[in-house]
């Protein structure tokens, strides 16, 4: 499984610490969609980049700017995607068990390193728990379908 991880410039170095910590023991490849130094970029472009990629194989992602708003936002347009920010590693998990988020959202200017990466920590571990969560994302599907034949 693939996990795809992009951050802005602001994000820039917790993006690098989470690509260190590596996630042994978990079958996790994770793989780095930039940005690839400090220079300033625009979030929703690397929002856009990670989103597409998760779309395209089912997989997960994670993305990072200073506060996750933008990059929240921004993934979220992208029909398929529950992009999840997170401050803990509570509402991390129940992302996962409850809204079966497909992409966790970190703010790199919140939160310190280590909180960080136990939030990744429960992210990859957690499990959709389906049953009575199952028909509440079938109906987000089901506005994303409806928002498609109102273009
Ligand atoms: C970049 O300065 C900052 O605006 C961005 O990282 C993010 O916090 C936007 O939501």
């Known amino acids: 499984m693939n996990l795809y991880?992009?951050?802005?410039?602001?994000?820039?170095?917790?993006?690098?610490?989470?690509?260190?910590?590596?996630?042994?023991?978990?079958?996790?490849?994770?793989?780095?969609?930039g940005t690839f130094d400090e220079g300033s970029v625009d979030y929703p472009d690397i929002a856009f980049a990670v989103a597409e990629r998760v779309k395209a194989d089912s997989g997960f992602g994670i993305l990072i700017c200073g506060t996750g708003l933008g990059m929240s936002i921004a993934a979220n347009k992208v029909n398929g995607i529950r992009a999840a920010l997170c401050s803990e590693p509570l509402s991390a998990r129940l992302a996962r068990e409850h809204n079966d988020a497909n992409i966790l959202v970190l703010g790199a200017r919140m939160i310190g390193t280590l909180l960080a990466l136990e939030t990744v920590k429960a992210f990859v571990s957690g499990m959709f728990t389906g049953g009575r969560h199952e028909k509440r994302i079938e109906k987000i599907a089901s506005i994303e379908i409806m928002m498609k034949r109102e273009e």
């Open 5 to 33: 991880v992009g951050s802005d410039h602001a994000g820039y170095r917790l993006k690098e610490e989470i690509l260190a910590a590596g996630f042994i023991g978990t079958d996790l490849r994770l793989v780095d969609c």
